[in-house]
């Protein structure tokens, strides 16, 4: 009973064998709509649709990617955002993407890769620097680099980020007591 209470008002674009209730064109529509609300195994099916259609590029790879990572099927996430980049070469936000499945995998040496590679493309990448900067500083154990991408993420944004302004006076007082 709740399970159905808890549906009821909820669109689905889905019948129930998993096959789509609309046309193929209109797939990457909806599939965005679905992202936008987190329906994520939604997406994942209608974004199959879509990529399968004869204008799917770089972004519908890419959120077809999303979408499987953020319900935890890495490997195809990895495998559908390499299809982004080869569409997109260097794309600093498709290198971004891969390197947080990288990181959600506890894969931290690849995901460093993956983050500098965006850098190298964009080097005033906001997300990037603000991902690099949590890894270096929470798993690498990394400050100097933390501090640069922390230092980097707030150049970039403009912004007057509170919390990464806090964590580098943490990171300059841990540096000054030789914790590097």
Same mark, same amino acid.
């Given at each position: 009973?709740?399970?159905?209470?808890? &549906?009821?008002?909820?669109?689905?674009?889905?019948?129930?064998?998993?096959? &789509?209730?609309?046309?193929?064109?209109?797939?990457?529509?909806?599939?965005?709509?679905?992202?936008?609300?987190?329906?994520?195994?939604?997406?994942?099916?209608?974004?199959?649709? +879509?990529?399968?259609?004869?204008?799917?590029?770089?972004?519908?790879?890419?959120?077809?990617?999303? +979408?499987?990572?953020?319900?935890?099927?890495?490997?195809?996430?990895?495998?559908?955002? &390499?299809?982004?980049?080869?569409?997109?070469?260097?794309?600093?936000?498709?290198?971004?993407?891969?390197?947080?499945?990288?990181?959600?995998?506890?894969?931290?040496?690849?995901?460093?890769?993956?983050?500098? *590679?965006?850098?190298?493309?964009?080097?005033?990448?906001?997300?990037?620097?603000?991902?690099?900067?949590?890894?270096?500083?929470?798993?690498?154990?990394?400050?100097?680099? +933390?501090?640069?991408?922390?230092?980097?993420?707030?150049?970039?944004?403009?912004?007057?980020? *509170?919390?990464? *302004?806090?964590?580098? *006076?943490?990171?300059?007082?841990?540096?000054?007591?030789?914790?590097?």
């Amino acid at each position: 009973f709740l399970v159905a209470c808890g &549906s009821a008002g909820k669109k689905s674009y889905l019948n129930e064998d998993g096959s &789509s209730s609309i046309p193929p064109e209109k797939a990457y529509g909806y599939a965005v709509k679905e992202l936008n609300k987190q329906q994520f195994e939604s997406a994942v099916a209608l974004l199959e649709i +879509a990529v399968k259609q004869p204008d799917a590029g770089a972004e519908q790879f890419v959120n077809l990617g999303i +979408a499987y990572s953020r319900t935890e099927q890495y490997e195809d996430s990895l495998k559908y955002l &390499s299809k982004a980049l080869l569409l997109a070469p260097n794309n600093a936000d498709i290198l971004n993407e891969i390197a947080l499945v990288y990181h959600e995998q506890g894969k931290f040496d690849l995901s460093r890769k993956q983050y500098e *590679k965006a850098l190298l493309s964009n080097p005033t990448h906001i997300n990037t620097n603000y991902n690099l900067g949590v890894l270096c500083d929470l798993y690498k154990q990394d400050i100097d680099c +933390a501090i640069k991408h922390y230092e980097q993420h707030l150049a970039s944004s403009g912004s007057d980020d *509170k919390q990464v *302004k806090i964590w580098l *006076k943490d990171l300059a007082k841990r540096k000054s007591r030789g914790n590097k």
